[in-house]
């Protein structure tokens, strides 16, 4: 079974930044897709970002697009979500998961497209 841990989560002020670290157990000779998803109290999930396999591709939705950035460490078990010029609306539960398809070049955005999701970590941004 893959295990997902994420981190980095905490509380800041709208207009700072936050970067999770997402860290797996699945080792492979290279990389594989890695999505973000996040669910803010009393509403559904949604996605927030993905990467393909190489790190070549990555897909975001348009409320973080240009505010968050998705990075894959050289060690390729970790992904990064940096997240800038946070909002009070980016306040949620953050989770990374890994797709069925794991070496797909498409960037999947559903949440049925992922086998193995992390446990969270929390985001809180006050005004």
């Known amino acids: 079974q893959v295990q997902l841990v994420e981190s980095g989560g905490g509380l800041v002020q709208a207009g700072g930044s936050l970067r999770l670290s997402c860290t797996s157990s699945?080792?492979?000779?290279?990389?594989?897709?890695v999505g973000w998803f996040r669910q803010a109290p009393g509403k559904e999930r949604e996605f927030v970002g993905g990467v393909n396999w190489s790190g070549g591709n990555e897909v975001y939705a348009d409320s973080v697009r240009g505010r968050f950035t998705i990075s894959v460490a050289n060690s390729k078990n970790t992904v990064y979500l940096q997240m800038n010029s946070l909002r009070p609306e980016d306040t949620a539960d953050y989770f990374c998961?890994?797709?069925?398809?794991?070496?797909?070049?498409?960037?999947?955005?559903?949440?049925?497209?992922?086998?193995?999701w992390g446990q969270g970590t929390q985001v809180a941004v006050s005004s």
């Open positions: 998961a890994i797709p069925w398809e794991i070496y797909t070049n498409t960037v999947r955005t559903k949440e049925s497209d992922y086998r193995y």
């Open positions: 699945l080792r492979t000779d290279v990389g594989y897709g």
